[in-house]
């Protein structure tokens, strides 16, 4: 089993930025993928961004994110540390949320269904 635990949510207003992390334990060798997912009130859980997995450090991830954070938000990984990390800048109203960790088997992933492992959830909000 994978365990995923977020952390760095909080509150920030609007044009500012925060850094969440996800540290991962367990058995992560069949993990192909890492992603981050949101949940806003009364929304669907949506896919933010999402990295390629690797047990090599020295190797670089290729990254998808989703249209609305693009240019915005980054997300990379410290494969020493078992940690993937989303930095998110310039953040809006509309990014308010429960933010997930979650890993996968499939690569490039988008769909939160094709994920089999989440984290508890770390609530950003974003005032104007």
């Known amino acids: 089993q994978v365990q995923l635990v977020e952390s760095g949510g909080g509150l920030v207003q609007a044009g500012g930025s925060l850094r969440l992390s996800c540290a991962a334990s367990g058995r992560t060798f069949n993990t192909n993928a890492m992603g981050w997912f949101r949940q806003a009130p009364g929304k669907e859980r949506e896919f933010v961004a999402a990295i390629t997995w690797s047990a090599f450090s020295w190797s670089a991830g290729s990254t998808y994110y989703a249209d609305s954070v693009k240019g915005r938000f980054t997300i990379s990984r410290d494969n020493a540390k078992n940690t993937v990390y989303l930095l998110m800048n310039s953040l809006k109203p509309e990014d308010t949320a429960v933010y997930y960790c979650?890993?996968?088997?499939?690569?490039?992933?988008?769909?939160?269904?094709?994920?089999?492992?989440w984290g508890q959830g770390t609530q950003v909000t974003v005032s104007s």
């Open positions: 979650a890993a996968t088997r499939h690569s490039y992933a988008t769909d939160y269904g094709l994920y089999d492992y």
